[in-house]
């Protein structure tokens, strides 16, 4: 188990910790990763909320249906066809 001890910053109107690289890399957390934050017995708990893979048919129905059907009519040439 990796451990540190870190010091609570203030930000704005909150309170915060910067992770060390080290301990980010361990648990792949990038920015704008989301984790849960819980309260167990006065422990703060921090988990990473991992998100389900999308198949290629999910993703492409999350897509604007405005563009689904788009597409070129013509019969003349509009680059470089020979």
Do not use: C, Y
């Not at 819980?38 to 897509?63: F, G, H, P, R, Y």
């Amino acid at each position: 188990m990796t451990e540190v001890t870190l010091e609570v910053k203030k930000g704005g109107h909150s309170l915060g910790v910067w992770l060390p690289s080290a301990i980010a890399r361990e648990v792949h957390l990038h920015i704008d990763t989301k984790v849960k934050l819980t309260i167990v017995d006065e422990q703060i708990i921090l988990i990473l909320v991992l998100e389900e893979m999308l198949t290629l048919t999910d993703w492409l129905a999350k897509l604007n249906p405005k563009f689904h059907d788009e597409g070129m009519d013509t019969a003349e040439s509009v680059g470089v066809e020979t």
